[in-house]
Nanobody
Framework: QVQLVESGGGLVQAGGSLSLSCVVS????????MGWFRQAPGKEREFVAA????????YYADSVKGRFTISRDNAKNTVYLQMNSLKPEDTAVYYC????????????????????WGQGTQVTVSS
Protein backbone atom coordinates (compact mmCIF):
# COMPACT_ATOMS: atom_id res chain seq x y z
CA GLN A 1 0.00 0.00 0.00
CA VAL A 2 1.47 3.31 -1.11
CA GLN A 3 1.69 5.92 1.62
CA LEU A 4 1.82 9.66 1.08
CA VAL A 5 2.90 11.99 3.87
CA GLU A 6 2.43 15.75 3.56
CA SER A 7 4.28 18.35 5.59
CA GLY A 8 4.97 22.06 5.60
CA GLY A 9 1.59 23.51 6.47
CA GLY A 10 1.15 26.24 9.03
CA LEU A 11 -0.06 29.74 9.76
CA VAL A 12 1.09 32.62 7.58
CA GLN A 13 0.00 36.19 6.97
CA ALA A 14 -1.56 37.22 3.68
CA GLY A 15 1.13 37.86 1.10
CA GLY A 16 3.45 35.32 2.69
CA SER A 17 4.77 32.00 1.41
CA LEU A 18 4.72 28.35 2.41
CA SER A 19 6.23 25.26 0.86
CA LEU A 20 4.48 21.91 1.13
CA SER A 21 6.13 18.55 0.64
CA CYS A 22 4.66 15.13 -0.07
CA VAL A 23 6.85 12.08 0.34
CA VAL A 24 5.71 8.92 -1.41
CA SER A 25 6.62 5.54 0.10
CA UNK A 26 7.51 3.93 -3.19
CA UNK A 27 9.39 4.81 -6.35
CA UNK A 28 7.54 7.78 -7.75
CA UNK A 29 8.57 7.04 -11.32
CA UNK A 30 5.99 4.26 -11.20
CA UNK A 31 3.33 6.91 -10.73
CA UNK A 32 1.75 8.66 -13.69
CA UNK A 33 0.64 11.83 -11.94
CA MET A 34 0.88 13.56 -8.59
CA GLY A 35 -1.63 16.18 -7.57
CA TRP A 36 -2.34 18.68 -4.84
CA PHE A 37 -5.91 19.31 -3.76
CA ARG A 38 -7.41 21.36 -0.96
CA GLN A 39 -10.58 21.39 1.08
CA ALA A 40 -11.88 24.30 3.10
CA PRO A 41 -14.52 23.82 5.82
CA GLY A 42 -17.94 23.32 4.30
CA LYS A 43 -16.58 23.12 0.77
CA GLU A 44 -15.81 20.33 -1.65
CA ARG A 45 -12.30 19.17 -2.29
CA GLU A 46 -10.83 21.19 -5.15
CA PHE A 47 -7.93 20.81 -7.52
CA VAL A 48 -4.86 22.97 -6.96
CA ALA A 49 -2.04 21.62 -9.13
CA ALA A 50 -0.71 18.45 -10.70
CA UNK A 51 2.45 17.19 -12.33
CA UNK A 52 2.92 14.38 -14.82
CA UNK A 53 5.88 12.49 -13.47
CA UNK A 54 7.50 11.35 -16.71
CA UNK A 55 7.24 14.58 -18.68
CA UNK A 56 7.18 17.14 -15.90
CA UNK A 57 4.11 18.68 -17.46
CA UNK A 58 2.12 20.77 -14.99
CA TYR A 59 -1.47 21.82 -14.49
CA TYR A 60 -2.83 24.56 -12.24
CA ALA A 61 -6.19 25.78 -11.08
CA ASP A 62 -6.90 29.29 -12.34
CA SER A 63 -7.13 30.51 -8.75
CA VAL A 64 -3.46 29.67 -8.04
CA LYS A 65 -1.86 30.16 -11.44
CA GLY A 66 1.13 32.48 -11.19
CA ARG A 67 1.31 32.12 -7.40
CA PHE A 68 1.84 28.38 -6.81
CA THR A 69 4.45 26.09 -8.34
CA ILE A 70 4.42 22.30 -8.30
CA SER A 71 7.67 20.42 -8.72
CA ARG A 72 9.12 16.97 -8.15
CA ASP A 73 12.31 15.28 -7.02
CA ASN A 74 12.48 11.76 -8.35
CA ALA A 75 15.49 10.81 -6.22
CA LYS A 76 13.62 11.79 -3.06
CA ASN A 77 10.23 10.42 -4.13
CA THR A 78 8.86 13.83 -3.26
CA VAL A 79 6.52 16.35 -4.82
CA TYR A 80 6.48 19.97 -3.67
CA LEU A 81 4.03 22.84 -3.75
CA GLN A 82 5.58 26.28 -3.42
CA MET A 83 2.88 28.77 -2.47
CA ASN A 84 3.58 32.48 -2.80
CA SER A 85 1.40 35.57 -2.40
CA LEU A 86 -0.95 33.62 -0.19
CA LYS A 87 -4.48 34.90 0.33
CA PRO A 88 -6.99 34.19 3.12
CA GLU A 89 -9.05 32.23 0.60
CA ASP A 90 -6.16 29.77 0.26
CA THR A 91 -6.91 28.57 3.80
CA ALA A 92 -7.70 24.85 3.66
CA VAL A 93 -6.40 21.39 4.36
CA TYR A 94 -4.04 20.51 1.54
CA TYR A 95 -3.80 16.92 0.32
CA CYS A 96 -1.43 15.26 -2.08
CA UNK A 97 -2.66 12.41 -4.23
CA UNK A 98 -1.27 10.04 -6.78
CA UNK A 99 -2.48 8.04 -9.71
CA UNK A 100 -0.56 5.15 -11.22
CA UNK A 101 -2.21 5.03 -14.62
CA UNK A 102 -2.64 7.39 -17.53
CA UNK A 103 -4.92 10.37 -17.11
CA UNK A 104 -6.37 12.44 -19.91
CA UNK A 105 -5.70 16.15 -19.49
CA UNK A 106 -9.40 16.70 -18.88
CA UNK A 107 -9.31 14.23 -15.98
CA UNK A 108 -6.26 15.66 -14.23
CA UNK A 109 -8.27 18.05 -12.00
CA UNK A 110 -10.83 15.39 -11.01
CA UNK A 111 -10.08 14.09 -7.48
CA UNK A 112 -12.06 10.89 -8.11
CA UNK A 113 -9.44 9.74 -10.61
CA UNK A 114 -6.62 9.61 -8.03
CA UNK A 115 -5.96 6.34 -6.24
CA UNK A 116 -4.05 7.19 -3.08
CA TRP A 117 -4.20 10.18 -0.77
CA GLY A 118 -2.17 11.62 2.06
CA GLN A 119 -3.61 12.62 5.40
CA GLY A 120 -3.51 16.35 4.67
CA THR A 121 -1.76 19.36 6.14
CA GLN A 122 -3.47 22.52 7.35
CA VAL A 123 -2.66 25.86 5.73
CA THR A 124 -4.09 28.95 7.38
CA VAL A 125 -3.64 32.41 5.90
CA SER A 126 -4.54 35.33 8.13
CA SER A 127 -5.67 38.68 6.76
Amino acid sequence: QVQLVESGGGLVQAGGSLSLSCVVSERTSSRYAMGWFRQAPGKEREFVAAIIWSSGGTYYADSVKGRFTISRDNAKNTVYLQMNSLKPEDTAVYYCATRQWFLTPASVPDPSTYNQWGQGTQVTVSS
